[in-house]
């Protein structure tokens, strides 16, 4: 296999009884949020983040 492609469209964000950022990966879920709370809380968002430092408990290979 030479290539694989997914594609998954995301609901509507104002649909009636739906719970919008169920099931997302938690990093996700809070870089829309704030995208959601409007422009000046997305930035202070992305510049939180920036100063996060991720760490994986064994090495991670290239593929």
Not at 37 to 56: D, F, I, P, Q, V
Request: proline share 8%; no cysteine.
């Amino acid at each position: 296999m030479t290539a694989v492609a997914a594609g998954a469209p995301l609901a509507p964000f104002d649909a009636d009884g739906l719970d919008w950022f169920a099931g997302m990966v938690a990093s996700a879920e809070a870089s829309l949020r704030a995208a959601a709370a409007g422009r000046a809380e997305k930035e202070r968002h992305e510049r939180l983040a920036s100063n996060t430092t991720w760490s994986s408990p064994r090495p991670i290979s290239p593929l």
